[in-house]
């Protein structure tokens, strides 16, 4: 089974609109670690947001907000006013676990393609 | 501000050639993963490396594989007689600390087998 599952493999929307793109996760561990990585083509992973099991507050960065359920166990990522520029691979990932460096869990990722 | 690279960023080798990949991670961290990309596909771990020895590995991990960190700098990966399906961008990371610290990726190393 699935640890990290990204249900949207493809998403194209015009520039200006907003998307979510969805991440739900399973895990066992009361103490976990949740990311976003985004892959623009060029291919490098860069790092977006890290959240901990315990701290459910929902995150804002510029265009970027992030909304965590537990109770869903989703953690889905929107972009507002999308722009061009957006466009890359999304990775949600799942890190268990409270000891040591424990590796991430990719989902297959989210392409999204932002079109003028 | 600091980053991890990688070298080469592409390698070419032949069927049953030894390749070894090259990172330099972030200077203040502990911690040293490899993941790798199949084209296309989601990223896989491959291991996790701490005070100089393994932490965990993945099952693509297999005797084919090995990890080093030879100096206060580099951290290494081998693949000792590359096969086809090796073929795939091989990303370094580094993490400060554990417990989640988000770990920093490289800019990857694409690795064509022929």
């Known amino acids: 089974a699935q640890k990290v599952t990204q249900a949207q493999t493809e998403i194209s929307v015009v520039e200006k609109e907003d998307v979510t793109l969805d991440c739900v996760y399973e895990?066992?561990?009361?103490?976990?670690?949740l990311f976003w990585y985004k892959q623009p083509p060029s291919g490098e992973l860069v790092f977006l947001i890290r959240?901990?099991?315990?701290?459910?507050q929902n995150e804002i960065s510029g265009r970027y907000s992030w909304n965590f359920q537990k109770s869903t166990s989703s953690f889905n990522f929107t972009i507002t006013a999308s722009q061009v520029v957006d466009s890359a691979v999304y990775f949600c990932?799942?890190?268990?676990?409270?000891?040591?460096?424990?590796?991430?869990?990719f989902g297959k990722g989210t392409r999204l393609s932002v079109i003028a | 501000e600091p980053e991890v690279t990688q070298t080469p960023s592409h390698q070419v080798t032949q069927m049953g050639q030894e390749v070894i990949l090259r990172c330099v991670p972030i200077?203040?961290?502990?911690?040293f993963y490899w993941y790798r990309q199949i084209l296309g596909q989601k990223v896989e771990f491959l291991v996790s490396?701490?005070?100089?020895?393994?932490?965990?590995k993945s099952e693509i991990f297999d005797d084919q594989f090995s990890v080093e960190r030879p100096d206060g700098s580099n951290f290494t990966l081998k693949i000792r007689s590359t096969k086809l399906e090796d073929s795939a961008m091989y990303f370094c990371?580094?993490?400060?600390?554990?417990?989640?610290?988000?770990?920093?990726f490289g800019p990857g190393t694409r690795l064509t087998v022929t």
């Open positions: 895990t066992r561990d009361t103490t976990y670690y």
């Open positions: 990371a580094s993490s400060e600390w554990d417990r989640g610290y988000e770990q920093y």
């Open positions: 490396f701490y005070n100089n020895e393994i932490s965990e």
């Open positions: 990932a799942l890190s268990e676990g409270d000891s040591g460096n424990t590796p991430l869990v």
């Open positions: 959240r901990n099991s315990f701290d459910e």
């Open positions: 200077s203040n961290h502990l911690y």
